[in-house]
């Protein structure tokens, strides 16, 4: 069994380790070393392969993504169209995207910013303090990472809402699907998070025709991905104030070039692409099952679907 790992940001000594723990007969390649015999190649593990390079191995069984959004694989006008595609679902990934939003929201909801600027003036102030029933949050995605949030939100007993693209039930959340539902739930959202995947459809979706349907004083948390985002329509947004602050956790190029507005720009709170980073030690258990079940004869778990494009 082969396997050629491509990432230029994820650790490919410590993938090695947890993998062969779990499958010690596995051959364990660095792309490019190894790919001397690309017909020997069974599974590619990949976090935003260079165009092209997949399509040389011609025996594939899987290619198993590295991050739960696939967007930086299904790229590539070469990617082979007969080889199953499957995307990272894991513990650790789902928790640590819950643990994010969650942080950030209870920023918002508790006005820290406020608390630390009028600390730094040694301004000794307490603001009304809003209860998290009265608070309306959206998550735009209800899929497993969305699903999770909504969960840990309503621990604290704030209204959630989520959007999908099918009709949804979670417990405690208010689903709204299509595209009715996202002029519903966008109307009420005053802590909005994305959690899309980046498809033609969603591209661009937070736009300006979406942030003027959205409350006065409202606050946009983005941990999908860059382009979701029309990067000019939020500075437009935030400087008019109709939304008061924006955390981003991903841009259109990572790291944003160091001229980009958003570095300065006082309402956005950046983060590197860390809102959830994958941890080989708990995402390797589920890589090394999905390699099993292909072993087996049987389709990897979290088929990506190429006509959805997630
Ligand atoms: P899933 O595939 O499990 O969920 C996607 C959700 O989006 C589903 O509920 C789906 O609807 C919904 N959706 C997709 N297209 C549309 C549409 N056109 N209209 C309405 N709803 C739509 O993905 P995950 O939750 O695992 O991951 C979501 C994204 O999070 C990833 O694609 C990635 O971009 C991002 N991510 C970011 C990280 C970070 O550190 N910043 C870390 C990990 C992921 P339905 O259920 O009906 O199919
Ligand atoms: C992912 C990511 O998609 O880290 O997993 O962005």
Not at 109 to 118: E, L, P, Q, T, V
Not at 221 to 242: F, K, M, P
Not at 267 to 295: C, F, G, Q, W
């Amino acid at each position: 069994m082969k396997l050629v790992f491509m990432s230029q940001v994820d650790k490919a000594s410590l993938w090695e380790k947890h993998l062969k723990a779990e499958l010690p007969e596995l051959e364990f390649s660095i792309w490019p070393e190894g790919t001397e015999n690309p017909d020997e190649v069974d599974y590619v593990l990949a976090w935003k392969p260079p165009a092209g390079e997949i399509a040389k191995f011609k025996n594939l069984k899987a290619i198993l993504s590295l991050g739960a959004g696939v967007d930086g694989i299904v790229c590539d006008p070469d990617l082979p169209k007969n080889v199953p595609i499957s995307r990272l679902v894991d513990r650790c990934l789902t928790q640590g995207m819950a643990e994010y939003i969650t942080y950030w929201v209870l920023h918002h909801h508790r006005r820290m910013g406020d608390y630390a600027a009028s600390m730094a003036d040694k301004n000794w102030i307490n603001y009304l303090q809003a209860d998290t029933e009265e608070r309306n949050i959206g998550i735009l995605g209800l899929g497993e990472l969305g699903s999770d949030a909504a969960r840990a939100l309503t621990a604290f007993n704030f209204k959630v809402s989520g959007w999908s693209r099918s009709s949804k039930t979670r417990d405690g959340v208010t689903c709204f699907f299509g595209a009715d539902g996202l002029k519903e739930i966008i109307a009420q959202s005053e802590i909005l998070i994305c959690l899309l995947p980046l498809t033609d459809e969603t591209e661009s979706i937070l736009n300006t025709d979406l942030f003027a349907q959205m409350p006065e004083n409202s606050v946009l948390i983005n941990c999908a991905r860059g382009a979701h985002l029309v990067d000019d329509d939020l500075i437009t947004a935030l400087d008019s104030g109709h939304l008061s602050a924006a955390v981003l956790d991903v841009f259109h190029v990572e790291p944003p070039n160091p001229n980009h507005p958003f570095w300065d720009h006082p309402k956005i709170t950046m983060t590197p692409h860390m809102a959830s980073l994958t941890v080989p030690s708990s995402a390797a258990l589920y890589i090394a099952d999905n390699i099993r079940r292909v072993e087996r004869g049987e389709l990897p778990l979290n088929l990506l679907d190429l006509d959805k494009g997630y």
